[in-house]
């Protein structure tokens, strides 16, 4: 089915209100739907809803955070709209999903939400260095952490699109830079809530 799929929206200013629910809407009058890839990222996804009509669907595995009342819920054996897939990166808390796509000319995307970031640009930030950064709720467990992320290197794609950081998306060759990540990258505590990886300063 054509339509436009909202990932992890937000609100806009009203002054581009019109504009963005006409870019929303799409050729159907309404989104198709609003898939999130955490439930830390309901935010403004029901006001939406009520607003201009879209199903929100919300990874299975963030339950337990969810504060809102989801259409749907998915994990890695449903069907998304749009062609849409996705690939689960924590099962615990907010339920961190990568979701995947492919376009119509055939770019591989990913859509990495919380779990892939780009640099914050911020110093004395953990995500202070540009390029790749991952992340993961909870106190570090290295074996579990690696094994979350590695699967990633076995998709292919050649874009990522992230929720946080610059620049975004990462267009230079973005596997290589995964795999440089998970091989030399070193942990460090992102806050209470989180460990992150990220490489050492060059």
Known sequence: E?????????????????????????PTGR?????????????????????????????RAGIPEKEGEPDHLYDHASTLPAGLRAVPIDDRFAG?????WETPDGARVLF?????????????HWRCESGMHLWMYGDLDE???????????NEPFDLVFSAHGAPVPFRDEPKRALAAL???G?????????????????
């Open 96 to 100: 961190d999903t990568v979701l995947r």
């Open 31 to 59: 989104p198709l739907a609003t898939v999130l890839t955490s439930s830390w990222h309901e935010r403004h996804a029901y006001l939406l809803r009520e607003r201009l009509g879209s199903p929100v669907w919300l990874p």
């Open 143 to 153: 074996p579990r952490f690696r094994a979350a992320f590695t699967p990633l290197l």
């Open 186 to 202: 070193t942990f460090g505590t992102t806050s209470l809530l989180g460990m992150g990886l990220s490489l050492p300063p060059t």
């Open 182 to 184: 998970l091989e030399h």
């Open 112 to 124: 990495s939400g919380d779990a892939l970031m780009g640099g914050s640009q911020v110093p004395g």
């Open 2 to 26: 054509l339509g436009v799929v909202l990932i992890d929206p937000t609100e806009p200013i009203p002054d581009v209100r019109p504009q963005f629910d006409a870019l929303a809407s799409g």
